[in-house]
T-cell receptor, first 111, second 117 residues
Framework: EDKVVQSPLSLVVHEGDTVTLNCSYE??????LLWYKQEKKAPTFLFML????IEKKSGRLSSILDKKELFSILNITATQTGDSAIYLC???????????FGQGTRLTINP | EPEVTQTPSHQVTQMGQEVILRCVPI?????FYWYRQILGQKVEFLVS????????KSEIFDDQFSVERPDGSNFTLKIRSTKLEDSAMYFC???????????????FGPGTRLTVT
């Protein structure tokens, strides 16, 4: 069975800290991995990673994929209270269109 | 910036009733999806739709579910006879046309919270 596991499930830090969120996967025929930020409602697309070792960056957020060790990390530097959200990792399998989601990491940034 | 929209934001229905959840995908997108998230659980895939037909569906998407694109803009999910366990947040998503060899990213709507009583 295809599986995506995120850790930690919950994380509380102070504003200004740097955080690293983890996503590991066990799937048949991996194609791509996606990160989403879910605040009140809609998951908002952050990154899609297909190749190992290539960092994707957007402002204070960055992500990288390791296809050998089957994981990805999402880094957020200089965190702000607006970064508080659930961060979802999802995988697309070759030949399929569905996203297989992890359970999410609830990130809370305290002022 | 274009967004996926969904209506209603919250729907309450009685067990056994039919509900239709509506979505307007981003206008130039070609692939459409429904997912659901039961409270406290993972987001789960229900169905994908391309070129006016279902392209993939999960085991959750049984005969009580159907999807339709009745016109050029709307994409609907119908649940024929709702059960208590259908209570969940239902997300619609859409994807742009694919570049060769690249899976398209999926953009999600705000969701419809369905409560079956």
């Amino acid at each position: 069975e295809d599986k995506v596991v995120q850790s930690p499930l919950s994380l509380v830090v102070h504003e200004g800290d740097t955080v690293t969120l983890n996503c590991s996967y066990e799937v048949t025929n991996f194609r791509s991995l996606l990160w989403y930020k879910q605040e009140k409602k809609a998951p908002t697309f952050l990154f899609m990673l297909t190749s190992s070792g290539i960092e994707k960056k957007s402002g204070r957020l960055s992500s990288i994929l390791d296809k050998k060790e089957l994981f990805s990390i999402l880094n957020i530097t200089a965190t702000q209270t607006g970064d508080s959200a659930i961060y979802l990792c999802a995988v697309i399998i070759q030949g399929a269109q569905k996203l297989v989601f992890g359970q999410g990491t609830r990130l809370t940034i305290n002022p | 910036e274009p967004e996926v929209t969904q209506t209603p934001s919250h729907q309450v229905t009685q067990m056994g009733q039919e509900v239709i959840l509506r979505c307007v995908p981003i206008s130039n997108h070609l692939y459409f999806y429904w997912y659901r998230q039961i409270l406290g659980q993972k987001v789960e895939f229900l169905v994908s739709f391309y070129n006016n037909e279902i392209s993939e569906k999960s085991e959750i998407f049984d005969d009580q579910f159907s999807v339709e694109r009745p016109d050029g803009s709307n994409f609907t999910l119908k649940i024929r006879s709702t059960k208590l366990e259908d209570s969940a947040m239902y997300f619609c998503a859409s994807s742009p046309p694919r570049l060769a060899g690249t899976p398209p990213e999926q953009y999600f709507g705000p969701g419809t919270r369905l409560t079956v009583t």
